[in-house]
């Protein structure tokens, strides 16, 4: 089916464990986003991507690793994680350069660190 | 820096009643505003959004949204609410460099039967 998939749907981890999560699109969206959802906070961004092998920098990006070696996947890793980073993770991700074409988003990952 | 408040964390109407959902955002220029709304479970849907031009907008399932530039404000608006509209809505602001949305804390809107 067409969209965009993240997996797993749950996963639960201790503190200092490395994880990753797994976002695929099958549009051939260039722009992809990571985006942490906390209570009180929205969505804040973690890290985007404009294209395979390019990456850079949100709001929120210390103790997150992503890498972009197909257009189609986009992984966030947390390298050591920690409670802080129990989270909802949203994966999204947008045809051209400009905001006039809408974020198309994952279901999200539920992140538990315990 | 752009910022993005939604001063309402719930709001509970009645089936049948209207609705409007309050955003006020700080930004320097004209701001590109959005409203996103999240079913239980779900990621984000767009319903609308602005960018220039006619300052009421139509969205998806009966949405509306005006920008009003002196009052900071795009608030989100529905003339009757239907039981399936609960959920929670986000207000969002493209930032200054046009690459990134900052996003509201969110309202969660409950509607009574």
């Known amino acids: 089916d067409a969209g965009i998939t993240q997996s797993p749907r749950y996963k639960i981890t201790e503190t200092g464990r490395q994880v990753t999560l797994m976002c695929h699109q099958t549009?051939?969206?260039?722009?992809m986003f990571w985006y942490r959802q906390d209570l009180g906070h929205g969505l804040r961004l973690i890290y985007y991507?404009?294209?395979?092998?390019?990456?850079d920098k949100g709001e929120v990006p210390d103790g997150y690793v992503v890498s972009r070696s197909k257009t189609e996947n986009f992984p966030l890793t947390l390298e050591s994680a920690t409670r802080s980073q129990t989270s909802v993770y949203f994966c999204?991700?947008?045809?051209?350069?400009?905001?006039?074409?809408?974020?198309?988003f994952g279901n999200g990952t539920r992140l538990t660190v315990t | 820096a752009q910022s993005v408040t939604q001063p309402d964390i719930h709001i509970t109407v009645s089936e049948g009643a209207s609705l409007e959902l309050r955003c006020n955002y700080s930004?320097?220029?004209?701001?590109?505003l959005f409203w996103y709304v999240q079913s239980p479970g779900q990621g984000l849907q767009l319903l609308l959004k602005?960018?220039?031009?006619?300052?009421l907008v139509q969205g998806i399932k009966g949405f509306e949204a005006e920008f009003k530039r002196s009052q900071s404000s795009f608030n989100l608006r529905k003339p009757s609410v239907h039981w399936s509209d609960a959920a929670e809505y986000f207000c969002?602001?493209?930032?200054?460099?046009?690459?990134?949305?900052?996003f509201g804390g969110g309202t969660r809107l409950m509607v009574k039967p």
């Open positions: 999204a991700s947008r045809e051209g350069s400009s905001y006039n074409s809408p974020l198309h």
């Open positions: 549009w051939s969206h260039s722009y």
């Open positions: 991507s404009a294209a395979a092998d390019i990456t």
């Open positions: 930004y320097g220029a004209t701001p590109y």
């Open positions: 602005y960018f220039s031009g006619d300052t």
């Open positions: 969002a602001v493209v930032n200054n460099a046009g690459n990134m949305l900052t």
